[in-house]
C-alpha cells in the first residue's frame, strides 16, 4: 500500500484571463514586395494576410511577454505572487539556456514559481494549456501563467517566395486557475514525425557558426503539403476534440484555430461543416502568423472587439512544425 499522499488540487481548471503584445511597427504587403518577386493580390489571395507586426530591437520575447502577461494576470484578477509556475512556447528565444520563463517570472514579480520553455511550434499554445491544467488540477500551482511568444521576423527569409509574407511577431498569454466545473476539455494532441521536413529551420545553428553556410537559419516548409495536412488531417483532430469534450459543432460559439493562414481556416471551418452562428477567428489578417502566439492573440482579439465573450464554448487547435498539433475545447475568461 502506497504511503503517498494524494494530490490535493482544483477539481477543474479553467482560463481566467487572457492578454496580448503586438508589436508597434505594422508592416504592410508592400515591404514585404521589396525583396520578393510577388504581388499584393497573390499575397492576399495564397494567406489572406495583408499586414503583420515586426518587433524593435528593445520589443524583444522577454518584453513582449511581460506585457502580454501583464494583461492575462490583470484581466484573471489576481496578483503575480500567486503565479506558481510559467511556462513558455517558443521557437525563436536565442538563447538555449537558461529557459527564458525565468527571466519573464522575475520581471513580471511572480515568487519563485516552477519557469520553464516548451518548443513545440504552432501548437505550442495547446501543449502549455495542457501542462497548465494539469498542474492546477493535481495541485502543484494553484496558477499558472501560459505564453505564446515569437519573434519569426528573424527566422524569415526575406528573399524565399513561399514564406517571406507569413510571418509575424507578438505574445499572447493566458492565467490557468482553479474551476468548479470543467472549463478545459480534454486535449487531443500528437506528432507526425515522418513528416518533420515540411516546416523546419533551414540549417542548424552550427553550420552557420562554422561556416558552412552564410545565410542565418530561417523557416522554410513544404506549402502545398502543409496546406493539405492542416486541412484534412486537423479537421479530424478538431473534430476528435469535440468528440472529447461530448460536444457537437452547434454547441460551439466560438473556433480559434491557429492562425496559419486564411485559406487553411475557411477549408477547416468547410469540412467541419461548422454552423454560420459560430464566431471564426481570422486575426492572420492584420497579425500574420505568429506560431505559438497565434491562438492567444486570437483570442484577445475576439474578446476585445466583442465578436466573442466570456463564458463561450470555443474550439482550439494549434498544429505545425514536427509535425504536432493539439486541440481543446475551452471556455472562454
Request: hydrophobic share 45%; charged share 20%.
Amino acid at each position: 500500500m502506497s504511503k503517498i499522499k494524494p494530490s490535493q488540487g482544483a477539481p477543474y481548471a479553467r482560463i481566467m484571463g487572457v492578454g496580448g503584445y503586438r508589436p508597434t511597427r505594422v508592416v504592410p504587403n508592400e515591404v514585404i514586395l521589396e525583396t520578393i518577386d510577388s504581388s499584393d493580390e497573390w499575397i492576399r489571395s495564397r494567406s489572406g494576410i495583408a499586414t503583420r507586426h515586426w518587433a524593435s530591437d528593445e520589443e524583444t520575447v522577454t518584453a513582449m511577454s511581460v506585457a502580454a502577461s501583464g494583461k492575462a494576470i490583470a484581466d484573471a484578477g489576481i496578483t503575480p505572487e500567486q503565479i506558481g509556475a510559467v511556462i513558455v512556447s517558443t521557437v525563436s528565444h536565442f538563447k538555449q539556456t537558461p529557459a527564458v520563463a525565468t527571466e519573464i517570472a522575475d520581471q513580471i514579480g511572480a515568487v519563485k514559481p516552477a519557469a520553464f520553455d516548451i518548443s513545440a511550434g504552432c501548437a505550442g499554445f495547446g501543449y502549455g494549456l495542457t501542462l497548465a491544467k494539469g498542474m492546477v488540477v493535481e495541485g502543484s500551482a494553484e496558477y499558472v501563467l501560459v505564453i505564446g511568444v515569437e519573434r519569426l521576423s528573424d527566422l524569415t527569409d526575406l528573399e524565399d517566395r513561399a514564406t517571406a509574407f507569413l510571418f509575424g511577431d507578438g505574445a499572447g498569454a493566458v492565467v490557468v486557475g482553479p474551476a468548479k466545473e470543467p472549463a478545459i476539455g480534454p486535449t487531443v494532441w500528437g506528432s507526425e514525425g515522418d513528416k518533420s521536413e515540411t516546416i523546419k529551420q533551414t540549417v542548424p545553428w552550427t553550420d552557420y557558426r562554422d561556416g558552412t553556410v552564410e545565410r542565418f537559419p530561417a523557416i522554410t516548409q513544404e506549402g502545398q503539403a502543409v496546406f493539405r495536412w492542416a486541412v484534412f488531417e486537423m479537421a479530424k483532430v478538431a473534430q476528435q476534440a469535440l468528440d472529447a469534450a461530448g460536444i457537437a459543432s452547434d454547441d460551439l460559439d466560438v473556433f480559434i484555430p491557429h492562425q496559419a493562414n486564411m485559406r487553411i481556416i475557411d477549408s477547416m471551418v468547410k469540412t467541419l461543416k461548422l454552423p454560420d452562428h459560430v464566431t471564426v477567428a481570422r486575426d492572420v489578417e492584420t497579425t500574420g502568423n505568429t506560431s505559438a502566439a497565434s491562438i492567444p492573440l486570437a483570442m484577445e482579439r475576439l474578446l476585445a472587439t466583442g465578436q466573442a465573450k466570456s463564458g463561450d464554448t470555443a474550439l482550439v487547435i494549434g498544429f505545425g512544425a514536427g509535425l504536432v498539433y493539439a486541440a481543446t475545447v475551452v471556455t472562454l475568461p
